[in-house]
């Protein structure tokens, strides 16, 4: 190669990595940047109203895991990446208490359970038992009803449930054990499940639901509201209301101090859009009711909730139970 | 002169500066966050992580799960390359032989997770194919399997490489002495191989220790270390300073391993001249080896099927139709796209600065007589004991509250340290070859320092700065470990994205993602053959 070529070989080269390089660190600095736990199907509605509504281009949603943006609201604070979090209610305001962090949201309906101003619930989980009808009589198991039974020895290995420390869907389940069994007897129950699920402990909420449709297993814990969907998709997929109960978690979308007017205006544009637009389509998909008016068809046959407000100091006292009855 | 020597110095210390920039001061940040306390300095955070139970249970299961895997793959790797180098097994299958034990070398380690569970799961291709799995695939099995597929290409090559440097004439002579079997084989192989055997087993150990990819995608309820880190770091009660603690935890097996293989290397036999032509290889052998490599090379190759069978299923395993339909959808979706994007972006500039730093370093550290240049080789130890894992952590300590967190920046800077070693000793080595006289010539010829190094040093080592790029490019194309502390929205790669959809179960787009990557890399490493033959024809 001659010298000239090689000169100007090493400008462009150069050249571009310097081009290429900056320019990527600059992107769109002006977009929102929304943090949310939720399901992709609930995170496509909400692309799909914010497209709607024009904001298309000016936003980018990020899934995380539920545990993974509780760690980052907790430790992070306001020096998180996004400008808008969809999450657990309950994580919401925690992370409020310890780090003062978010804006005042108000909505213009009413709510059905008072919750702090600092958040608008977007949708409610409702957690149930699920089969796979084809595989139950192929594997010859008996239909279980109530969460104790699926500690029975013949469901070894061909059940699956979201685990507690990463999936607030995880935490429906330990709710309703220990809020019908008490702590102790709970644990123990805790215990021979865990040890019948062997090593289908998923760590995202909708990983049973999942291997529950491939067939990986035969019965899974999950949201109600997915095996609904599942059935209707004609797929052998059948819901089973715990007697135990139903319990129910809201997720919230909320806004981050960021102490930046403009973008912050937008960002809370964009989280009343995703709470009263979105709203009616989420509805069809979570059937729970949040808002004064909203009707539900289909309701679980259990609803229950648990007795106190739900804060991030009880998930880590029923965290400690279910890593206790793991051991 | 005087001016050279204060170019030599001025380039000695920058680049000085970028490695404690860029290495010490992440890496003492770590160090120092592990001695934080509420109140100053404490060893109360090793107390704690040394006093629960967990730390060391899932620094046993590290220990003894790395272990199995590295036994099984120093076997199969000693077993590749001895058919490679002593039998006379058909040319063409000694290439398919070592381009097959490479391949897994060209996608993320979290892959290989997901091909396990589509491969050998209870709907897996061959669970399906022998009526039921073959074994339970969550947790150690898996793991085992994993690790050794990440890390027999690297134990392979370096024995391929050892072998090559042996002397076959020494099996003639212990033919002619009449020497049996085994003592030829001991003094003519195992004998003169036990140093890079135990480098091998070594390098499978610490590579299975510190990967973070397999047990993330195929652990199951078997905890190792690496999952132990991140949940800390990224779980639901973040505890930075435990964290540290584990890092540190982490770093120890690798720092004494890299000790234990400076002093196997002591040990190592120098030929006095090579003679490669193969001797006396019986046809038994030669069958026998010759198909138990092949049998290795096609079972490794199989666990990879349902990377190319899956995204191109319609519903897989209900409804086993061709469809392209997943394909095109990842295509459609643009964030996707951004994604891939991202990381050839990271990529490229990896290995472009990356050849610049190499060849700088390598260039003082070898045609030079800098004070400074002997720092380099102790930085090369470094980088290559450090794992991913702990130096971004370190890097998420030492940058979280400056303005380059969330830039591309921090992951390229983060790839051209973390893969430093390999390409800065191929540059070192390359120019150590080179005759010692051209830059007194070049000097004569009134040519100045720069002008030698640009004129002929640098057209010189072309070929190995190739491969640097090269090397350079995959790994920064496949690397999880570190990263994953370092992405933002903004910069997301493919071996990230793939974790959080992983979270979804989103297979097909997992594996489409992966697929990207692979044929990104083939194309890449196509070009830098395609680049290299020309070049040897040429002269």
Known sequence: ?327 | MIKTTMLMRGMGFLLLATFVFLLALPLGAVVLKSFEGVDGWTLHNYEQALSSGVLKEVFFNSVWVSTIAAVITTVLAFLLAYTIHFTNVAKPIKKIIRLGVTLPMLLPTITYGFVLIYAFGNQGIFSRLFGQPLFTIYGFNGLVIGYVLYTLPAAFLLMHNAMQYMDHRFIIVSHLMHDGKWRRFYHTILRPMLSPIGGAFILAFILSFTDYGIPASVGGTYDVIATTLYQTMLGSIPNFSQGAVISIVMLAPAVLGMITMGILERGNVSYKSVSQQVAFASKTKTVLFGSGSVIVVIALLAVFTPLIIVPFTTAYPFDFGFTLTHFQAVIQMPELMNVYKNSLLVAVCTALVGVVIAFIAGLLSARTNLKSRKAFDVIAMVTNAVPGMVLGLGYLFFFNNSSLKGTFFIIIAYAIMHFFTTPFLMVKNALQKMDPSWEVTGALLRDSWLQTVYRVILPNVKRTLVEVFSYYFINAMVTVSGVIFLVTTHTVLVSTKIKELQHFSKFNEIFILSLFILVTNIVVKIICEFYLNRQSKRG
């Open chain 1, 1 to 327: 190669m001659n010298k000239k070529a090689m000169g100007f070989l090493a400008v462009a080269s150069s050249a571009v990595v310097l081009a290429a390089c900056g320019n990527g660190s600059a992107s769109s600095n002006d977009q929102v940047i929304i943090y949310s736990n939720a399901d992709d199907e609930a995170i496509e509605v909400m692309q799909n109203t914010l497209n709607d509504k024009g904001f298309k281009g000016e936003y980018i949603i990020q899934s995380v895991g539920t545990s993974e943006l509780g760690g980052k609201l907790l430790a992070e604070g306001k020096k998180i990446e996004a400008d808008i979090v969809t999450m657990a209610s309950y994580y919401i305001d925690s992370a409020d208490a310890q780090h003062d962090m978010f804006i005042d949201l108000t909505s213009s309906k009413a709510l059905i359970d008072e919750t702090s101003n600092i958040q608008l619930p977007i949708l409610g989980n409702v957690g149930s038992i699920f089969v796979n009808t084809e595989m139950l009589v192929q594997k010859g198991l008996d239909t279980p009803t109530s969460l104790k039974d699926l500690t029975d020895p013949q469901y070894k290995d061909l059940i699956s449930i979201p685990n507690i420390m990463d999936s607030s869907t995880g935490w429906l389940l330990v709710q309703a054990v220990i809020a019908e069994y008490g702590e102790k007897e709970g644990q123990q129950i805790l215990a021979d499940l865990i040890g019948n699920v062997g090593p289908h402990l998923e760590s995202s909420g909708s990983g049973p639901i999942k291997k529950v449709k491939t067939g990986e297993v035969p019965i899974g814990f999950g949201l109600r509201a997915q095996a609904l969907d599942a059935k209707e998709e004609g797929l052998p997929i059948d819901y089973i209301d715990p007697i135990e109960g139903n319990y129910s978690l809201a997720e919230s979308v909320a806004v981050i101090d960021k102490e930046d007017d403009e973008k912050e205006k937008k960002a809370q544009e964009i989280a009343i859009t995703i709470a009263n637009e979105a709203r009616e389509q989420l509805l069809v998909q979570y059937p729970v009711a949040l808002y004064e008016g909203e009707n539900v068809a289909n309701e679980p046959a259990y609803l229950k909730k648990w007795t106190s407000t739900l804060t991030v100091e009880l998930l880590q006292q029923h965290q400690a139970i279910f890593n206790a009855a793991k051991q």
